[in-house]
């Protein structure tokens, strides 16, 4: 589940692996009481320095992604339809602001790129 | 005790042709450290230099707040070693070469120095001089975790091995660091192996060092930066530029910066240039770029 974790990428390793465990969580494909591995195991099976795998969980804890239970581990913990809502929300844009950078790049506008959004998804965008 | 190595102006000579001038470094408890540079830059020297096995001829050592040469035996006995060749005798078998280092070790953990033995599947009567390069490197590694050292330092560890053997090495390494919180000093110049690792680098080049920073600061601060309407040399900048070159196929040019922030976009919209992309650099990029910088200055 881990595979797109992308140590040449200037974005921090401990953001990529919070961001994974995120959507996971918003996806459902951890569900609330789900035990996350442990530092040792993911540090050891990525590949990564055990620190950036407990700031990952540090930082998915003060979002209330997460428990620690000492001694136990990290586990999911239930978040409301709101909260995983918010969560797929802020996914969603992410994906479009690199859509609109990569865009850019290319000189081409946003209200393009909206049309040519809205023409392969037969969702209408509002100008 | 906040750093595990601590060296001042350290300097050493050998023959006509090599020094190191006036090395420092510092690095923090707990980190992982990756000492990179290119091959001849004076990794190996050194690393000998802190293991007190050459004499420096100027500046100051401590592993582990502990003075190099005068408290190297107090030293020793809480640092693992991995040297870039084996140290251990040809003629020893497997399981002699462990029961002799076992005896030099007052920490040596033989239930675990067993269990990496199996995962790394180093058979005992074998003897060290018949093992593969891939299994003298799993040996070497697993001497030097068994001793449940609070300081690995680890020259070149992987250079030469396979992916596979690699890739069991540095778990194994992982696995004791998250276990016992150790301090990692590592070698190397397989830069990709580091970026995933390493909380802090060091690059050294014709032994000077060339800068020591957290990775992030490092991977976060220089920027290659494509700008059209370039301005011309000589003004006051917000940061340092290692490089300027015109772009084959356009007329932008391409900088590398040094010390880059966002915000610093704005001194091209008062210097009439327009900034095409900042592109993110990995971490091998930096390492040729402040390589290349560094070189043009002390030349």
Redesign the interface.
Known sequence: MFEEID????I??YEQIAARIRVAVAAEEYRAGDALPS??QL??????????VVQAYRDLERDGFVETRHGAGTFVRALEAEVREGERARQARALVRTLLADAA?LGIGAAEVARALAAETGVPTHE | MSEAIEVRGLGYRAGRSFALRDVSLTVPA?S?YGFLGPNGAGKTTTIRLLLGMSRREAGDVRLLGRSIPGELPAALSVVGYVPERPHVYPSLRVDEAMRCHAAFHRRWDDAWATRLQRMFELPDDRRIGRLSKGETGKLLMLLALAQRPELLILDEPTDGLDPMVR?DV???L??Y???SGATVFISSHLV?EL?????WVGVLDHGRMVAELPI?VL??GIKRIRLAEAPSNGQQLPFEVLSRAQDAFASSETWVVRGWSDPMVQYFDTAGATVR?VI?L??EEVFVELLRSGREVTR
């Open positions: 140590p040449r990428s200037p921090p390793l530092v040792r540090s050891a099976a990525l590949r990564v320095n055990p620190s950036t790049r | 707990g992982i890739r540095l778990t194994a992982l696995d660091v998250s276990e990709h970026e995933r690792m390493c909380s992030d991977k976060g992309e993110d990995d971490l």
